[in-house]
T-cell receptor, first 111, second 115 residues
Framework: KQEVTQIPAALSVPEGENLVLNCSFT??????LQWFRQDPGKGLTSLLL???SQREQTSGRLNASLDKSSGRSTLYIAASQPGDSATYLC??????????WGAGTKLIIKP | DAGVIQSPRHEVTEMGQEVTLRCKPI?????LFWYRQTMMRGLELLIY????????DSGMPEDRFSAKMPNASFSTLKIQPSEPRDSAVYFC?????????????FGQGTRLTVV
């Protein structure tokens, strides 16, 4: 059974720092991995999608990597800003086409 | 496209009442998903449809929950009768049929409170 874990559960850093969020999964048989952002009281916004054949994707200050063999993904945020404060979730699409979710990392960027 | 549209955004109801949540997927998307999010259990898949047909409803917690997709542009999630433990945020998401290569797009969610 696929399980997704995100560490840390919460993170607080000063503005301007680069940071890394971690996501691990137990079964490497995935179709893709997706990083989402959730703001309080709002829906989920897709940030980056990495196909199982890819190793990384970049969008602006965000870079996501995928190492299927080790069951890991990282989301790198460069030059963090207070507006980056949110909960970041990763989800893997398993062999049954279902999204399996991590519990999220709550990120606070201090001005 | 306006994205996935859910209504209502907030719903407060008394225990025992029927609750209906609505979702309009992105036009052209063939797959639709209903999720529930709580502090204790995180995001859980309740049911998903492909081409309006329910494919997997194993996540539906009880017979009190039912979902329909009468056409490609509309789906409902109904709870009857509602209970306080049903209080959660319910998300609807849609994606194109070729699931393995596409993103899932989420609505803003419906925050349900059953008192």
């Amino acid at each position: 059974k696929q399980e997704v874990t995100q560490i840390p559960a919460a993170l607080s850093v000063p503005e301007g720092e680069n940071l890394v969020l971690n996501c691990s999964f137990t079964d490497s048989a995935i179709y893709n991995l997706q990083w989402f952002r959730q703001d309080p009281g709002k829906g989920l916004t897709s940030l980056l999608l990495i196909q199982s054949s890819q190793r990384e994707q970049t969008s602006g200050r965000l870079n996501a990597s995928l190492d299927k063999s080790s069951g890991r993904s990282t989301l790198y945020i460069a030059a963090s800003q207070p507006g980056d404060s949110a909960t970041y979730l990763c989800a893997v699409m398993d062999s049954n086409y279902q999204l399996i979710w991590g519990a999220g990392t709550k990120l606070i960027i201090k001005p | 496209d306006a994205g996935v549209i859910q209504s209502p955004r907030h719903e407060v109801t008394e225990m025992g009442q029927e609750v209906t949540l609505r979702c309009k997927p992105i036009s052209g998307h063939n797959s639709l998903f209903w999720y529930r999010q709580t502090m204790m259990r995180g995001l859980e898949l309740l049911i998903y449809f492909n081409n309006n047909v329910p494919i997997d409803d194993s996540g539906m917690p009880e017979d009190r929950f039912s979902a329909k997709m009468p056409n490609a542009s509309f789906s409902t999630l109904k709870i009857q009768p509602s209970e306080p433990r049903d209080s959660a945020v319910y998300f609807c998401a849609s994606s194109p049929l070729q699931l393995m290569n596409t993103e899932a797009f989420f609505g803003q969610g419906t925050r349900l409170t059953v008192v």
